[in-house]
């Protein structure tokens, strides 16, 4: 199967993405040559900024496996999981980084952040028109009029 332009473009997105948002949680917070590359964002903006960033993470990774494969209920499910247990994974390994602190705060809201993008995915998915099959010129039998009773 080969992939379009536009999913080599959101694959691409997700693992940049994900690699960004590692940087962003693992990099030393107010000590060696970044001193205070997060000293801009208060404290409260950058704890808020979790739950979009997980949301944000789940609704990328359905669509880039969207390109290849078919993402099913189950499927985006998995992510979610997925994205939970990395955002567990980047609090406690924050324990061991300078200027860093392992917060289990933080790591709720990360899962709140993936269930929240997963709701969005499955509400997006509910709400969007179903793509009306092709034409084969045959007419299905068993429909009713609205007019008939």
Same mark, same amino acid.
């Given at each position: 199967?080969?992939?379009?332009?536009?999913?080599?473009?959101?694959?691409?997105?997700?693992i940049?993405?994900?690699?960004?948002?590692?940087?962003?949680?693992?990099?030393?917070?107010?000590?060696?040559?970044?001193?205070?590359w997060?000293?801009s964002?208060?404290?409260?903006?950058?704890?808020?900024?979790?739950?979009p960033?997980?949301?944000?993470?789940?609704?990328?990774? @359905?669509? $880039? #496996?969207?390109?290849?494969?078919? =993402?099913? *209920?189950? %499927?985006?499910?998995?992510?979610? &999981?997925?994205? +939970? !247990?990395?955002?567990?994974?980047?609090?406690?390994a924050q324990?061991f980084?300078?200027?860093?602190?392992?917060?289990?705060?933080?790591?709720?809201?990360?899962?709140?952040?993936?269930?929240?993008?997963?709701l969005? @995915?499955? $509400? #997006?998915?509910r709400?969007?028109p =179903?793509? *009306?099959? %092709?034409?084969?010129?045959?007419? &299905?039998?068993? +429909? !009713?009029?609205?007019d008939?009773?």
């Amino acid at each position: 199967m080969m992939m379009t332009r536009a999913g080599k473009a959101v694959r691409a997105a997700a693992i940049v993405y994900t690699a960004l948002l590692t940087l962003a949680s693992l990099l030393p917070s107010g000590t060696g040559p970044l001193k205070g590359w997060d000293a801009s964002l208060s404290p409260d903006l950058q704890d808020a900024l979790h739950l979009p960033a997980y949301g944000g993470l789940v609704v990328l990774l @359905v669509l $880039a #496996w969207s390109t290849r494969f078919r =993402a099913g *209920a189950a %499927a985006v499910l998995v992510i979610t &999981v997925v994205c +939970t !247990a990395f955002g567990a994974a980047m609090e406690a390994a924050q324990y061991f980084i300078p200027g860093r602190t392992c917060s289990l705060s933080d790591g709720l809201v990360n899962t709140l952040g993936a269930v929240l993008g997963c709701l969005g @995915v499955i $509400a #997006w998915r509910r709400l969007r028109p =179903a793509k *009306a099959p %092709a034409s084969t010129g045959m007419r &299905v039998q068993g +429909t !009713a009029r609205c007019d008939q009773q």
